[in-house]
């Protein structure tokens, strides 16, 4: 069966849209909350001159079509093709992603916390303590921890870390680190909104460079297309738009620590890419990512002694045999050279301000719980039910208005079960997986495909993916049910390994539809296809409301125009 392949007037016909976008910005500027001034100004001439040329080069490439020249093959090349629509829908989950994280004006890039960018100027004046006084008030109280005894304190501090008498954030310092220059060359602050954004962003493309890579290795035979259709899903999937709603410093450090986690995953598939020879220089980035997700997300450290173990496991088991164990350690030195590198660093800057290699400061946190004495309930086995059922079985509700469905509170459910919630257990707003993202149930496809009849070549070798990406899920799923806060912005730490083996799952659906005349996998195919189009639509839905009803607070006029358009007349 011939391969279909993408359309030759795609480009073109991608330059078009793009052009009468530009005009139709342009256009309905202030309408649309893009400009605040109803005159026009150089930005609406600058659209409508960028739409006008964009139009012409349609046309000017619609010519050379019918031409033998060096830009007729350009445009007819799949690869071309492929990275000028791929890299239009990346364009296209960037607007998105600044419509949600602005409330949908686009210019407004503020309403988020700072704190990263209080450390960035801590770093900058060479100390690792912010610039903000607890307060003497808070420094004589008995226990600055207890939220019972200790005095009212300023809102700045809360949640920041006091250590003898100065304060600390708890979170990673690799964001306030990649900051720091930025904010001492251009003199201005880096709010953590900034944050959130290039690194959701960040995790996209490295997301979209993965699938693409699982495919050329060991789904040759899936169309284009089944790989393209993935993008879309897993960078709008939830809770990725929840949390970019909602553009804190607790979705900064966890967005951090998840792009540089998948980062180092991409360098390490693009690592043994070569079944022949092992590319340290890969090696080594995939190390470095990875350090610096424990340096973003402390409990990444897990899932990278897991990385670290497997990955050498790895390398051992496919050596040829008799084995030279003299040859590991060289094989295995670019990768673990930046983890000790990163470990070292950690380790100090721990020491430097909570005197323990081994403290992040979370014990010493100013917030609604005096963790400072309560530690040892910060992890519990019971938490674990409450939140195996909050992450994957909790439903949505329906709800009159737009967005028509909204999360459900965690605790308020154990609340009207009259179940007493266990030691410090706490839980926001939070839907479940098989309820906001159903596309993941095929993750479990992997139980009962038999891979050596679809991929017989490459049997060996396209375990390591599946296995590399599932010990990593089930490690941080694991922790986050032992923990004592249950909040959907936690499953950005999973949510990328489990919808990659989800999509390879999908993928296995069709490569046995094409190898077999079952009508049932050729209904399973068209099942998943609605899958992915159904988790986009509710992750959507429920980013509107997330956590805080950001959106609707901050920009209720547009929630109101969006409930006029769709209430129909009585």
């Known amino acids: 069966m011939q391969k279909k392949t993408i359309s030759d007037f795609l480009i073109p016909t991608l330059l078009v849209v793009d052009g009468l976008i530009c005009v139709l910005m342009a256009v309905f500027a202030y309408e649309i909350g893009v400009d605040p001034n109803i005159t026009w100004g150089r930005t609406r001439y600058f659209l409508i001159l960028l739409g006008t040329l964009l139009i012409f080069s ?11 020249s060096f830009l007729e093959l350009a ?36 309403h988020s916390t700072q704190y990263y960018t209080q450390l960035a100027d801590a770093f900058g004046k060479g100390h690792l303590y912010v610039d903000r006084s607890p307060g003497q008030a808070m420094l004589e109280a008995q226990d600055p921890y207890s939220p019972i005894t200790r005095p009212s304190f300023s809102d700045e501090i809360w949640d920041l870390s006091l250590y003898k008498e100065k304060l600390y954030l708890y979170w990673g310092p690799v964001p306030a680190i990649l900051i720091t220059p930025i904010q001492l060359l251009v003199d201005k602050k880096i709010a953590d909104i900034f944050i959130v954004y290039f690194f959701s962003a960040g995790l996209l493309i490295f997301n979209s460079l993965i699938i693409f890579k699982l495919r050329r290795i060991f789904f040759p035979n899936i169309t284009i297309w089944n790989a393209i259709v993935c993008i879309p899903l897993i960078g709008l999937i939830l809770p990725i738009l929840w949390s970019v709603n909602i553009p804190d410093v607790y979705e900064a450090a966890i967005g951090a620590g998840q792009f540089f986690l998948i980062g180092g995953v991409y360098f390490i598939l693009s690592a043994f890419e070569n079944d022949s020879s092992i590319d340290k220089w890969k090696l080594f980035w995939a190390g470095f990512f990875w350090a610096c997700s424990v340096g973003s997300r402390a409990i990444n450290t897990f ?47 721990n020491w430097a301000r909570f005197d323990s290699p081994l403290e992040f400061g979370l014990r010493y946190q100013i917030t609604i719980f005096n963790l400072n004495k309560q530690m040892g309930l910060v992890f519990q086995p019971d938490y674990f039910l409450p939140n195996l059922y909050g992450y994957v079985f909790q439903p949505f509700e329906f709800i009159a208005r737009f967005p028509f469905i909204q999360p459900i509170n965690g605790s308020g459910i154990l609340n009207r079960l009259n179940i007493t919630p266990p030691y410090l257990y706490a839980a926001g707003r939070v839907t479940g997986l098989l309820f906001c993202a159903p596309f993941l149930i095929l993750s479990l496809v992997h139980l009962f495909s038999d891979h050596k009849n ?25 922790t986050i049910l032992f923990y004592f806060f249950g909040q959907m912005r936690f499953l950005v730490d999973i949510i990328s390994q489990i919808t990659l083996l989800a999509v390879m799952g999908y993928w296995k659906l069709i490569l046995r539809s094409q190898t077999s005349n079952s009508k049932a996998a050729k209904y399973f195919v068209g099942l998943s ?21 950001r959106m ?16 129909l007349p009585e």
């Open 303 to 349: 899932s990278v002694i897991f990385f670290a173990a497997f990955v050498v496991f790895w390398i051992v088991r496919n050596l040829p045999r008799p084995i030279n164990w003299i040859k590991i350690p060289q094989l295995i030195a670019p990768l673990f050279i930046p983890l000790m590198i990163g470990a070292v660093a950690i380790g100090w800057y």
């Open 454 to 478: 679809t991929l017989p070549d490459r049997t060996k070798s396209h375990n390591f993916p599946i296995y590399l990406l599932l010990g990593s899920f089930l490690i941080g799923f694991l």
């Open 75 to 110: 445009i007819r090349s799949e690869n071309v093709k492929t990275v000028f629509l791929v890299g239009h829908l990346w364009i296209l989950i960037f607007v998105i992603y600044a419509w949600f994280i602005t409330f949908g004006n686009f210019t407004t890039w503020n």
């Open 529 to 549: 296809n609605l899958l992915i189009v159904l988790s986009i639509c509710i992750s959507f839905l429920l980013a509107f409301s997330s956590e805080t009803n």
């Open 58 to 68: 349609s046309l000017i490439l619609n010519y050379f079509k019918r031409k033998n």
């Open 552 to 567: 609707e607070k901050l920009n209720p006029r547009l929630i109101e125009k969006i409930n006029n358009v769709l209430t």
